[in-house]
């Protein structure tokens, strides 16, 4: 029921926020930001390759559902054996949930055991107001080409509950099997959920 409550409480939320800005089957917005490391990420520097934008929260119950579980980990893992680049991305503003400096990031991700390329700060909200991003989790797709082939949840179990990852269909997975076959995306884009991304006021 408390998991419920909240459901519809983020939805609410999330319904208020502006529509998304990039659209799929168009290209990505292009961007070129910085790293917790120092080093320049951007579309182009990995052309040719599949690219995933994943919107992270650490305080976020539904982000704690696929990181405590290890499910994103598994999945980052497996996106990176498979040659595709994963980008972590944290829009939360200063003195709001989810904000970390670089040490507080580099913190998080030893203890979590993530997989990403690289993980980015954004407390600005410019990378994600240029991709719309809503919610955390937020997934986006890019392909080889540079299209956003898809963009949305991480699967179709929209709760913060660990055991609904058993039976739940993985989008982002989904998309990047396809995209490797050298098929269309099936689920081109679906409803994301989760908390509202932190952004600046």
């Not at 919107?55 to 982000?63: I, L, R, S, T």
Request: proline content about 4%; some cysteine.
């Amino acid at each position: 029921m408390f998991t419920r409550m909240i459901c519809g409480i983020l939805f609410l939320t999330v319904s208020a926020m502006p529509a998304l800005a990039a659209e799929t089957g168009k290209p990505a917005p292009a961007f070129f930001v910085k790293d917790i490391a120092g080093k320049e990420q951007s579309l182009a520097k990995y052309k040719g390759k599949i690219i995933v934008l994943e919107w992270n929260n650490p305080g976020c119950p539904f982000v704690k559902k696929h990181y405590q579980s290890g499910n994103m980990q598994a999945l980052q893992h497996d996106a990176l054996s498979k040659h595709v680049i994963w980008l972590t991305i944290n829009s939360g503003a200063e003195g709001k949930q989810g904000f970390m400096d670089a040490a507080q990031a580099k913190t998080y991700i030893a203890d979590m055991k993530t997989h990403q390329t690289a993980y980015i700060l954004d407390p600005k909200g410019t990378l994600g107001t240029l991709y719309g991003a809503k919610t955390t989790p937020h997934m986006f797709v890019v392909d080889a080409q540079g299209i956003l082939a898809y963009a949305g949840a991480i699967d179709d179990k929209p709760t913060a509950d660990q055991e609904d990852i058993k039976t739940a269909h993985n989008y982002v997975r989904a998309a990047i099997d396809e995209l490797i076959a050298g098929k269309p995306v099936t689920t081109a884009q679906s409803r994301a959920y989760g908390c509202s991304v932190k952004y600046q006021d």
